[in-house]
């Protein structure tokens, strides 16, 4: 291993399907990089024990009476290796059985020797709470608070229901991780994929990692869903009104009750 491999702590990010994936943020966000970074599969959560089906269940694809596709819910994870150590957690959320769950994700904290962890949320706001554009976090590590203010990320204050990712933080404390957890805000008017926020996501994921992934795919993807947000709001006037107040660039910002 280089010296610089040596410099740079191996990190893990994690971004679950589920109840903090508004606008299916999380998700974008580590399929993107899974994808710019050529990330290569190393590994599986076992996941039947986490999950009920009859809340979310497999998906199946039949076609002219023939069953093509059987897909469970999976927590997968991934490996880069570049100037440091990547390991990628795709899944879902667990319904059931989160300390087991949780207690999986560190056995590959500590088989990669991970120092660190970011999880990434997204949670469904009214755009008059304020500026769409800040990133939420928190974290288990006073220390990393310079570090997030420095990318741009607002301290998240809350009380209240929670994910699993507070599980993660929490415990995180006791294998001495780092561990921090970002939340991007998406619109409870937008009934679709928000890659918006997941370019927000992105942006400030590889400001903290200081980790150089090609973001123009993503850009571009931005671009033409909001032409398709204007062009629909040419035929609804209360779309329009929302478009125009998506984000802000001025308004006092309250975190809403629906985070972390």
């Known amino acids: 291993m280089s010296r610089e491999k040596e410099c740079k702590p191996p990190s893990m990010i994690i971004g679950l399907d589920g109840w903090g994936n508004a606008g299916e943020a999380s998700t974008i966000t580590v399929s993107y990089l899974i994808d710019k970074l050529k990330a290569r599969m190393v590994g599986e959560i076992e996941s039947d024990e ?137 619109s409870v008017y937008i009934d679709k994929r928000d890659p918006a926020a997941a370019l927000r996501l992105l942006k400030t994921l590889t400001c903290l990692l200081s980790l150089k992934v090609d973001l123009s795919e993503m850009v571009h993807t931005v671009r033409r869903f909001k032409a398709e947000l204007v062009k629909e709001a040419e035929e609804d006037p209360k779309l329009r009104e929302l478009t125009e107040s998506l984000y802000p660039n001025d308004g006092s910002w309250s975190m809403p009750p629906y985070t972390v």
């Open 50 to 186: 986490f999950y009920n089906y009859q809340i979310s269940r497999p998906f199946v694809s039949i076609e002219g009476g023939l069953i093509k596709r059987y897909d469970k819910l999976r927590n997968v994870l991934y490996e880069w290796r570049g100037d440091r150590i990547v390991i990628i957690l795709k899944g879902v959320e667990p319904h059931l059985n989160w300390s087991r769950y949780v207690d999986r994700v560190f056995e590959y904290c500590l088989k990669y020797r991970v120092k660190e962890i970011y999880t990434l949320g997204g949670y469904l706001v009214d755009p008059s709470y304020g500026k769409m554009s800040v990133i939420s976090g928190l974290t288990n590590n006073p220390e990393k608070l310079k570090v997030l203010k420095e990318c741009g990320v607002e301290p998240a204050s809350y009380e209240g229901a929670t994910s699993v990712y507070s599980e993660i933080l929490w415990r995180s404390k006791k294998y001495d991780i780092d561990t921090v957890s970002l939340w991007v805000a998406t």
